[in-house]
């Protein structure tokens, strides 16, 4: 049994030092010197409490741990569109980027885009500009933003790098996007007008389909039925969600091909016993389960995978490794940059 009492006490510095490999050097991170042995385990889940403080620089820590240990691929609890513009911002450092990915401010998403969490995506880029090779990042979620993240991704990945689309919905002829324009059809357009798209590369078009199943697994996923209570629609909608999440894991597992993975997510996500979970008002309380299993019940059993939990206590049946967080300090808003145009510029 894991010793409760553990505090960060393991500078970074040293434990990379011992791998000799002075590169990764980066002093101030500390890891919690009693974290899973990556020989023993295919993925590292990392729990957190999205709107704590104190989490960021401790991942960030793990994270140089584990790339000192050979892990290049990363995963975040963001949409399959949201990971592309991650990868570019971390293989780029484009601020406007940046501003893209961190634009909701105040308490407006706050569980994603606060000040300390804009400061990680700043750290992972200076982090990840000093080593020759380059982490990958992996997407775990649905889209939720399928306006804002998933059509923009079809346009900034793909579309830009082709003449206009004659006929294609949501770009007028001369290539300016339409922000009047109904994102569904443009699903609809790729999914029964095939010859239109026909000249994108077979590299391009696999891309476009991501994208797009990710934006529908978003679409299924936050439908509301006026046949059943505000409680009932957040039940299923927390089960299809949880179920889409496990399918996308195994995805990025399959593509992988045996290498190693490092992923970050909600701690109810990550529990070895845990159910998919969802709020039954717009208040932040309280949680309540479905009968469903979440990501980490279900794929324990199909992959080895190890489940850090960073929390001020811990049930060891839960998640097997805990990282304990003294105190709480909430998470302060993010004060956006974004003007409202990148990627269309």
């Known amino acids: 049994m894991k ?16 791998c000799g490999n002075a590169k990764n050097e980066a002093p101030g991170f500390r890891v919690q010197p009693d974290v899973p042995e990556l020989n023993d385990y295919d993925v590292i889940l990392m729990g957190e409490n999205h709107i ?4 960021f620089d401790i991942e960030l820590g793990m994270m140089e741990h584990y790339y000192s240990r050979g892990i290049r691929d990363f995963a975040f609890e963001c949409s399959f569109g949201e990971a592309l513009f991650f990868q570019y911002y971390f293989d780029t450092g ?12 105040g308490t407006e998403r706050i569980t994603q885009f606060n000040r300390e969490r804009a400061e990680f995506y700043k750290k992972i880029y200076l982090w990840n500009s000093a080593h020759d090779e380059k982490i990958k990042i992996h997407g775990i979620d649905i889209e939720h933003d399928p306006y804002g993240v998933g059509i923009a991704a079809t346009w900034f990945f793909i579309l830009k790098n082709y003449d206009q689309i004659e006929g294609m919905p949501l ?6 996007w339409e922000r009047a324009g109904n994102w569904y059809r443009l699903i609809e357009d790729f999914r029964t007008n095939s010859d239109r798209y026909s000249h994108i590369s077979a590299e391009d078009s696999e891309l476009f389909r991501k994208i797009i199943a990710n934006i529908e697994q978003g679409l299924i996923a936050n439908n509301r039925s006026s046949k059943i209570s505000q409680k009932e629609n957040r039940k299923k909608n927390a089960i299809l969600r949880e179920q889409f999440m496990i399918e996308n894991f195994r995805e990025i597992v399959k593509n992988v091909q045996g290498r190693k993975i490092f ?8 529990s070895f016993t845990g159910k998919a979970i969802y709020t039954v008002s717009e208040s932040q309380f309280p949680w309540i389960t479905t009968s469903e299993p979440c990501l980490a019940n279900v794929l324990k059993n199909e992959i080895r995978i190890a489940s ?6 811990n049930n060891y049946s839960k998640w097997p490794y805990f990282i304990r967080i003294k105190g709480w300090k909430l998470a302060e808003p993010h004060v956006s940059g974004y003007k409202g145009k990148w990627p269309f510029d």
């Open 263 to 270: 992923a970050i997510m909600g701690y109810m996500h990550t």
């Open 171 to 176: 770009f007028s002829r001369d290539g300016i």
């Open 308 to 313: 850090v939990v960073m929390r001020t206590f």
């Open 94 to 105: 484009d601020e406007h980027c940046f501003d893209f990915l961190t634009r909701y401010s």
């Open 52 to 55: 704590s403080a104190q989490i």
């Open 3 to 18: 010793n409760t009492g553990f505090v960060l006490c393991a500078c970074l510095l040293l434990a990379l030092a011992a």
